[in-house]
């Protein structure tokens, strides 16, 4: 029991910490409720076999990378194509971030509602009166930098998972924040604007020497096209697109749309 | 589970017994994913949730057999399983839980 509260412990810190970890639990079959935690290439625990534990720490490095959590079946030693053990694999992935470019009322909004969906938000603008935490209590980050210099220091840690929302509406601004976003491996970059806003910032990018192929990765006008008024609407409008592409649903973006926004 | 964490280690400093139910598989419409957990303390607390609301009293009891006997169980609740269980998933799917005491 000494070694298994070792792994709650374990668990309970890497958790707090954000740092990923999987926990692997054998649900059926012999040694059921045994456990092995593989926290940062360290495994800890052990489900009663070397060799399954051996098989199975491989398997929860593949399902922690891919973010997966669900039963896996073994042999008792851990043979591929057997069913004597059956082994819950969960994965403990970091949170996913949202890094908001702009420090405006829509901001505020987007930051609680995206907290609710359980993102690492940070908030970032170059103008120190806006970029403050008493505007934004919520966000787990308020930066006051230029974009692309945020984006130059925290850039490689985005993945398919995070999300970009670029609230400005300034071309000083909105542009080397796209540019500096295209440049890294974010699944999602939604910009905010009017469809005027919109084509006048196409133009503002391509002369930045953002490519046809770049252009269609964003979304923009940001949001699904759902009548959102309010910053709070317009919160929810953005995370319900993100949910949709990450989904492959088919649901009306404003991207897709002609003519106004509100009507 | 990373939800019920935090209630687990206070129950535990608290010297509670406790039990965790686990959703481990889902067939069919089933309205939480593999992992979402709920907890239960001896004195009755609850945390987490395993499904929309259907089938949580039932959770609970089996929870509570759970701490009392000390036995690791995995257990179904479907619509196959109405005559077994009396409780079922008004979407009409299947999940697997899995219960076990919160003894590690």
């Known amino acids: 029991m000494s070694d298994s509260t070792a792994i709650f412990d374990t668990l309970k810190a890497a958790i707090a910490a954000e740092e990923p970890v999987a926990l692997a639990t054998v649900v059926e079959g012999p040694g059921t409720g045994a456990k092995l935690l593989l926290h940062i290439d360290q495994t800890a625990g052990s489900l009663g076999n070397p060799d399954l534990d051996r098989v199975v720490s491989r398997d929860i490095a593949g399902e922690l990378a891919a973010g997966r959590t669900g039963v896996r079946h073994y042999g008792p030693n851990g043979e591929a194509r057997e069913e004597a053990v059956s082994v819950f694999i969960e994965s403990f992935a970091p949170p996913p971030q949202m890094i908001i470019f702009g420090a405006v009322d829509f901001t505020a909004a987007l930051v609680r509602v995206a907290k609710v969906l359980g993102y690492r938000v940070t908030v970032c603008d170059a103008r120190p009166v806006f970029a403050t935490t008493q505007r934004f209590p919520g966000a787990d980050v308020v930066a006051v930098k230029w974009p692309n210099d945020l984006l130059d220091e925290i850039g490689h840690s985005l993945g398919q998972r995070d999300a970009v929302c670029v609230l400005t509406h300034d071309n000083k601004f909105d542009v080397p924040a796209v540019t500096g976003a295209l440049a890294t491996g974010v699944g999602y970059i939604g910009v905010m604007g009017s469809r005027k806003t919109h084509d006048n910032r196409t133009v503002r990018l391509r002369e930045a020497g953002v490519t046809d192929e770049q252009l269609a990765k964003l979304m923009s006008p940001i949001g699904l096209d759902i009548g959102a008024r309010t910053p709070e609407e317009t919160a929810v409008s953005i995370c319900a697109e993100i949910i949709a592409l990450r989904t492959g649903r088919d649901a009306p973006t404003l991207t897709a749309g002609v003519g106004p926004i509100h009507r | ?104």
């Open chain 2, 1 to 104: 589970m990373k939800e019920i964490v935090k209630d687990l280690d206070r129950w535990r400093r608290q010297g509670k017994a406790a039990a965790v139910a686990r959703v481990v598989d889902v067939d069919g419409s089933g309205p939480r994913d593999p992992g979402a957990a709920m907890a239960v303390s001896e004195d009755g607390q609850v945390v987490g949730s395993v499904s929309g609301g259907c089938v949580e009293g039932a959770v609970v009891e089996e929870a509570l057999q759970v701490i009392e006997s000390g036995d690791r169980r995995m257990v179904t609740f479907g619509y196959s399983d109405d005559e077994a269980f009396a409780v079922g998933l008004t979407c009409g799917g299947t999940i697997h839980l899995y219960i076990e005491p919160f003894d590690w």
